[in-house]
């Protein structure tokens, strides 16, 4: 998320949490949001930049950190056992 300060990191990592729940379908706290929305951003800008894309400013930058986010929650989902 390069191009946006620490303040704007934080709301768009709560912005990219709270759509991913929203996606996937789970239902997390403000803070489990927060969490989930910038280890998203690190993994969706680890995964742009290797594919060539960059993120300069908000707009771009959430739509990574929500696909990252995403992801996250998907590959979570995966290893979590399902309880019956």
Known sequence: MTGVGIIA?????IAAGW??????HRNHGLLTNLIVGVVGAFLGSFIAT???????GILPSLLIATLGAILLL?????FQRRRV
Not at 19 to 24: G, H, L, S, T, W
Not at 50 to 56: E, I, K, P, Q
Not at 74 to 78: D, E, H, M, P, Q
């Open 9 to 13: 990191a934080i709301i768009i990592g």
């Open 74 to 78: 998907f590959l979570v989902g995966l």
């Open 50 to 56: 290797a594919l060539g894309f960059g993120s300069s």
């Open 19 to 24: 759509i991913a729940e929203k996606v996937m």
